[in-house]
C-alpha cells in the first residue's frame, strides 16, 4: 500500500521545546558574563580638612 501521511513525521511537542530552549541559549545566554559592580570610591580630603583634623586630635588628647 501507499506510505500515506503517516510516513512523514512532525517533530513532537518535547523536540520542539528542546530545540528552541538549545537555539535561545546558543544566541542569547551563552556570551552573558555576570555583573561585577565598581569599587566604592573613596572620598577625598583636602589638605586644610587633613591638617584641622589632626591639630584638633592634639588638643583633645593634651587636656
Do not use: C, H
Not at 513532537?12 to 546558543?26: M, N, P, Q, S
Not at 551563552?30 to 559592580?37: D, E, K
Amino acid at each position: 500500500m501507499g506510505q500515506g501521511r503517516r510516513s512523514v513525521r512532525k517533530p513532537g511537542f518535547i523536540e520542539v521545546i528542546l530545540d528552541a530552549v538549545e537555539t535561545f541559549y546558543g544566541e542569547v545566554l551563552q556570551n552573558l558574563r555576570a555583573v561585577i559592580p565598581a569599587a566604592p570610591r573613596l572620598e577625598r580630603r583636602t589638605d586644610a580638612e587633613t591638617a584641622g583634623t589632626g591639630a584638633s586630635e592634639e588638643r583633645s588628647q593634651s587636656q
